[in-house]
T-cell receptor, first 109, second 117 residues
């Protein structure tokens, strides 16, 4: 079956760095997405990886290893507004998105 | 970036009535739109995929007669919850993609919170 695994909850300190991991097993692979979702709001796009390596975008970076079925989202210089759920999603061979359950990130002062 | 607008953002209705939610792509043609449902503290659950001009493809367990989806144009898809009941209360989110087959970015609407009394 298809499966996306990510931690349920993480806690980090304002100003620090946090890495949210995502492992996947899907039928085919056409890219991996990271989305941010604040409580009560729709998800917003953060990153897209289809080739191995690191993609950096400001304070956020996303890494992909296709051979390992592994990705991580790295958040630097954490701010209180980064408190949200972070969703990992993989596009399978049918171009359908398979969603992880999301990681709730709690930022403490 | 591309904008997807969803309306209404909040709706409260009586049990037994029908509610229509609209999803519009404002600055691109959305060949494919997706409808999700999300319960509190849970991830998105894909309900159906709709391609412009064809019937929607529903996920297993989603009642197509209860959740009517229409994608009549490249910029508009609608979800109608028919004969709504309190258990239909949820956060409904649409998303749109410009490419019919491709790894194009998925753009989300703002979501619609439905409360059925």
């Amino acid at each position: 079956g298809q499966n996306i695994d990510q931690p349920t909850e993480m806690t980090a300190t304002e100003g620090a760095i946090v890495q949210i991991n995502c492992t996947y097993q899907t039928s085919g692979f056409n890219g991996l997405f990271w989305y941010q979702q604040h409580a009560g709001e729709a998800p917003t796009f953060l990153s897209y990886n289809v080739l191995d390596g690191l993609e950096e975008k400001g304070r956020f970076s996303s890494f992909l290893s296709r051979s390992k079925g592994y990705s991580y989202l790295l958040l630097k210089e954490l701010q209180m507004k980064d408190s949200a759920s972070y969703l990992c999603a993989v596009m399978d061979s049918n171009y359908q998105l398979i969603w992880g359950a999301g990681t709730k990130l709690i930022i403490k002062p | 970036g591309a904008v997807v607008s969803q309306h209404p953002s909040r709706v409260i209705c009586k049990s037994g009535t029908s509610v229509k939610i609209e999803c519009r792509s404002l600055d691109f043609q959305a060949t494919t739109m997706f409808w999700y449902r999300q319960f509190p503290k849970q991830s998105l659950m894909l309900m159906a995929t709709s391609n412009e001009g064809s019937k929607a493809t529903y996920e297993q367990g989603v009642e197509k007669d209860k959740f009517l989806i229409n994608h009549a144009s490249l910029t508009l898809s609608t979800l109608t919850v028919t004969s709504a009941h309190p258990e239909d209360s949820s956060f409904y989110i649409c998303s749109a993609r410009a490419d019919r087959e491709g790894a194009g970015e998925l753009f989300f609407g703002e979501g619609s919170r439905l409360t059925v009394l």
